[in-house]
């Protein structure tokens, strides 16, 4: 039975028309992510950072899954419960490609937070700063974004599944953000063999076996139907 992590990052839904990070015109490019992703900055300018996440959210709801996002369903699909699938972005295409079970470690878009009692619930279209709690009914909501300097979700069992990987896929990420980042080494020194799906070789490049180069629209269904074919050989 083979085991597959596979880790996602903005490049797997540029093509979706959602912005990336760190290429050119990427979101660190037009906000400081010190103002909109740093606990900080909420607590400094609360009214700037629902902005921001509603700017996106509104995005998110306007883009629809690409032929990558498809792929990566139709091979969790095809291999039930050997395909973990862990993303950093926080756009809901991935389910809305079929894809289930979606380990979010940066958090979600579509999902709001009470900073001060906990609660989690589906976030409004629009998100207003001291809108108040379902839950507690205090004004402490915040999109439920895992920000810098915060714990991304779910560490536990991603380690878990990297520890049994057999094969580590990391897919549309430039490699600058820990612990993603280290998720390849983390494969590797358990023995699993480790693929980079990429528009550019990521910082991190050297550390995988193998590494092909294109757009994800275009080579991740074609490193799909590899592993499906070679899963259906006898
Ligand atoms: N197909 C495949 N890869 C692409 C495409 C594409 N069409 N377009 C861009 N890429 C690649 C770029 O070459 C780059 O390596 O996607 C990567 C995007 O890198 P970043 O913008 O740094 O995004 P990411 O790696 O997901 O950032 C990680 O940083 O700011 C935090 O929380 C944020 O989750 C994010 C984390």
């Not at 714990?151 to 820990?178: E, H």
């Not at 280290?182 to 193998?210: H, K, P």
């Amino acid at each position: 039975m083979q085991r597959i992590v596979i880790l996602t990052g903005a490049g797997l839904s540029a093509e979706s028309g959602l912005g990336t990070f760190r290429d050119k015109g990427g979101l660190w490019t037009k906000y400081d992510l010190e103002d909109v992703a740093t606990p900080q900055g909420f607590a400094a300018n609360p009214v700037l950072v629902h902005e921001f996440y509603n700017a996106r959210r509104e995005n998110c709801l306007q883009a629809s899954p690409n032929p990558a996002h498809a792929a990566l369903a139709r091979l969790q699909a095809a291999m039930p419960g050997q395909v973990t699938l862990v993303t950093q972005n926080v756009d809901d295409l991935l389910e809305r490609a079929g894809a289930g079970d979606v380990i979010h470690m940066h958090g979600q878009l579509m999902r709001a937070l009470c900073a001060a009692c906990g609660h989690r619930w589906d976030a409004p279209r629009v998100m207003q700063p001291h809108a108040p709690c379902p839950a507690c009914a205090r004004a402490a909501t915040r999109p439920d974004i895992v920000w810098f300097g915060e714990f991304p979700y779910q560490m536990d069992r991603i380690d878990q599944a990297l520890a049994r990987a057999d094969l580590f896929v990391a897919i549309g990420t430039s490699g600058n953000v820990y612990p993603a980042a280290g998720f390849v080494q983390e494969a590797a020194l358990a023995g699993a063999r480790t693929l980079e799906l990429n528009l550019d070789a990521s910082a991190n490049a050297g550390l995988f076996d193998e590494t092909r180069l294109g757009p994800a629209s275009r080579i991740v269904p074609g490193w799909v139907e590899d592993i499906l074919s070679a899963t259906a050989r006898p």
